[in-house]
């Protein structure tokens, strides 16, 4: 069983779409987030959840919005997206204590057209 | 803000040899973690090694190992007899003061030459 699970692993799509991403984990973990990595590999993080509630968002724009229905679920959507939206997207989960692995998902490259 | 720098964007290294890649740091925080992760051509980002920075031993995991210099906020890894399979990007992340958000170095690729 894939203990971090992201859906779809490829999406291309054009701009000025709304498309979503779905993230799973079967860890048992309370926190998941999800990071941006750019085309020059650069991995940053976007968002965190810890229980279901927001608790980092990292100036992204409007256009992007987690949810998260559940602890073991956490979605991304994204709205009129651009060409600068074109990356890999990686959802990751660990334990809420210090220093906790994180494990992450298999990335969902979006290229948007 | 935590900031992490890895200046070497490649490094190479001959089969079963010992290659050294380097990570500082910058934070004001006493309790943290450093991460090495690697990313594989298929995407996956694997944690590699862990270390607390309360712990002075250094970290140690088969064939990898950190030198880990709080004082000069320096993370390097060390691969000993390099193998083919560890050919990769290498990322160095830290995480502290109260929060799991990792933050990334921008990463060495590594090549392994049979």
């Known amino acids: 069983d894939t203990a971090v699970s992201q859906t779809p692993k490829y999406l291309v799509t054009q701009m000025g779409n709304d498309k979503s991403i779905k993230c799973e984990q079967n860890?048992?973990?309370?926190?998941m987030y999800w990071y941006k990595q750019d085309s020059k590999k650069f991995l940053k993080i976007m968002f965190s959840y810890n229980n279901k509630e927001l608790i980092i968002n990292e100036t992204v724009p409007n256009r992007f919005s987690p949810k998260s229905p559940d602890k073991a679920h956490l979605n991304l959507h994204i709205n009129s997206l651009e060409l600068g939206d074109s990356a890999v997207y990686f959802c990751a989960s660990s334990q809420v204590r210090g220093g906790a692995e994180a494990f992450f998902g298999q990335g969902t490259r979006l290229t948007v057209v | 803000a935590q900031t992490v720098t890895q200046s070497q964007p490649e490094m190479s290294v001959q089969e079963a040899e010992t290659v050294t890649l380097s990570c500082t740091y910058d934070t004001s925080e006493s309790d943290y973690y450093l991460f090495w992760y690697k990313q594989p051509p298929s995407r996956q980002m694997i944690l590699v090694i862990r270390q607390e920075a309360y712990k002075q031993q250094n970290a140690t995991e088969n064939r990898f190992s950190v030198n880990f210099q709080k004082a000069a906020k320096s993370f390097s890894l060390k691969i000993s007899d390099s193998q083919l399979g560890d050919a990769a990007m290498y990322f160095c992340?830290?995480?502290?003061?109260?929060?799991?958000?990792?933050?990334f170095g921008k990463g060495t690729k590594l090549t392994v030459n049979p």
């Open positions: 860890l048992g973990h309370d926190t």
């Open positions: 992340a830290y995480s502290g003061g109260g929060s799991e958000k990792l933050v």
